[in-house]
């Protein structure tokens, strides 16, 4: 006669679905947050000169890489005709332009904002201490 029962196994796995579906949606949050947190600003080197200039923080800054691309607001832009169209009038402007971008570039936005009565541009440098 039995009177007690036959004990039963303990359960000695460990289910890893849940852990591993953690871990992934954590690797996928951190790649999304890192490439949004990224995605700002476009890197140019600027050439080195000029004076120190106090802004107020109503400036339109306009990036210029070495190929000639404009970019301002998000966007990229070709033709400095269809930026100034987008530009406010009453704003000054700096222009950062990268110090290995054509001359032929920078002296056609240049005289395009000029053309369109934008008379505020200043040109961006690091300064030299």
């Known amino acids: 006669m039995r009177i007690r029962e036959a004990k039963k196994k303990l359960i000695s796995d460990i289910n890893l679905s849940p852990i591993l579906d953690l871990s992934l949606m954590l690797v996928i949050f951190l790649a999304v947050t890192t490439e949004f947190i990224s995605g700002g600003e476009i890197k140019v080197q600027v050439p080195k000169g000029g004076a120190a200039?106090?802004?107020?923080?109503?400036?339109?800054k306009i990036t210029m890489d070495k190929w000639g691309k404009i970019y301002y607001a998000g966007k990229v832009y070709s033709d400095p005709v269809k930026l100034v169209k987008n530009?406010?009038?009453?704003?000054?402007?700096?222009?950062k332009a990268d110090k290995d971008t054509p001359y032929l570039y920078v002296f056609t936005l240049l005289d395009t904002l000029r053309k369109s009565g934008i008379k505020k541009v200043s040109l961006v440098g690091r300064r030299v201490e």
């Open 87 to 95: 530009l406010p009038r009453n704003r000054p402007i700096f222009i």
């Open 53 to 60: 200039v106090v802004t107020s923080r109503k400036v339109v």
